[in-house]
């Protein structure tokens, strides 16, 4: 069965950070290209960011988190961060760590409107940045 978990998120003051984390058990997390969801209260899902297997060459990043996130992976711990600097109140949400079932490819992580079932993600953890 697959697990996975997020932590790392808070409450912090515009212009602040926070570094994400997200372990997985019971897939073979190098096999998967692994990326960040986030959803606000009343909003869309947004794909933040993804990552290729590897953790070399291809990194995704929405526009609007381009240059002030960045996403990294460590293979032999299962875990995968996301880097949140120069946060602002529009930042505000749900984060979720997930990998694509099917392709295990970033192309669906990014897309607006895939079905959640198309996913493994976490419980999410809760990124709040006060202005």
């Known amino acids: 069965q697959v697990q996975i978990m997020e932590t790392g998120g808070g409450l912090v003051q515009a212009g602040g950070s926070l570094r994400l984390s997200c ?63 120069d946060l602002k109140p529009e930042d505000t949400a749900m984060y979720y760590c997930a990998a694509d079932k099917v392709t295990r490819a970033c192309g669906n992580l990014m897309r607006v409107g895939v079905p959640d079932e198309y996913f493994y993600s976490g419980p999410g953890t809760q990124v709040t940045v006060s202005s």
């Open 23 to 85: 372990t997985a058990s019971g897939l073979k997390f190098d096999a998967y290209a692994m990326g960040w969801f986030r959803q606000a209260p009343g909003k869309e899902r947004e794909g933040v960011a993804c990552i290729n297997w590897s953790g070399e060459g291809s990194r995704f990043y929405a526009d609007s988190v381009r240059g002030r996130f960045t996403i990294s992976r460590d293979n032999a711990k299962n875990t995968l961060y996301l880097q949140l600097n």
